[in-house]
């Protein structure tokens, strides 16, 4: 072997370690180079990074077009409406609202006295010196509240109030659930009476209360201004229970 060359084979050595000391692996022309620094000539600007020895590789990004992944929110997000709110054990009828076309003379969730008690959630019929019931219509008070078949027992108690001017005044008074009739209560002045319904799955319930012989309208109330016949009555606070 020439001396030349013997002479630089200790030179290479040094160079090899050199690469190896500081993390690259040497190669030539024909290696593929990636990770490495001073390959070949055919190398991009991407295999020559510098890879420290024992490092993990570098992480890939996502490349141009590639949608990245959202999370995904929780079932409790996609609806901001509150639960309805639970239906109480106990509730008197007059708080749920009657159905609109409730006649003038009636009053719901109103107070009615009678027998000097006070009941404040009570659906009282009323009128003056005639009912304001049309022409066509008969004088009673028609009342209905939708259950939605939430409630189990409905409790009533009719009554003839304390301000009628007549003490022998008699109501009557009917309940319709479904519009299926539920028998008709005779009441009079200071005896009040009680009735308990199932309505398990009924929808809606409906209140009919009069005093026969009352005043149908005002030109008869002008006629019979002396004798008027009106009435004074009171479902005295209607209760649903569970």
């Known amino acids: 072997m020439p001396r030349a060359a013997r002479a630089g084979r200790p030179a290479a050595y040094l160079a090899a370690a050199c690469l190896a000391a500081a993390g690259v692996t040497a190669c030539g022309d024909r290696n593929s180079c990636s990770h490495t620094i001073n390959c070949g000539r055919g190398n991009t600007a991407d295999q020559t990074r510098v890879v420290p020895t024992g490092a993990p590789p570098p992480s890939s990004s996502p490349t141009a077009g590639t949608a990245s992944a959202s999370p995904t929110p929780p079932d409790d997000a996609e609806s901001s409406e509150p639960p309805p709110p639970p239906v109480p054990e106990h509730r008197y009828l007059a708080q749920l609202g009657a159905v609109p076309g409730t006649d003038s003379d009636t009053e719901v969730d109103a107070t009615a006295v009678v027998g000097g008690t006070p009941y404040d959630h009570s659906v009282t019929f009323v ?17 209905s509240f939708n259950l939605g078949g939430r409630y189990r027992t409905l409790t009533l ?16 008074f009917e309940v319709y659930l479904d519009t299926v009739p539920q028998g008709a209560r005779h ?3 200071g005896s009040p009476k009680t009735q308990t319904l199932n309505v398990a799955g009924v929808n809606r319930v409906r209140l009919v209360a009069y005093r026969p012989g009352t005043v149908p ?5 002008g006629a019979q201004l002396l004798d008027t016949v009106v009435p004074h009555l009171a479902w005295l606070n209607p209760e649903l229970h569970r």
């Open 217 to 221: 309208n005002a030109a008869m109330a």
């Open 157 to 172: 108690k009719m009554a003839v109030l304390d301000s009628s001017p007549d003490e022998n005044e008699t109501g009557t």
């Open 127 to 143: 009128c003056s010196t005639y009912c304001n019931n049309g022409p066509d219509e008969k004088p009673q008070s028609v009342v």
């Open 187 to 189: 009441v009079g002045f």
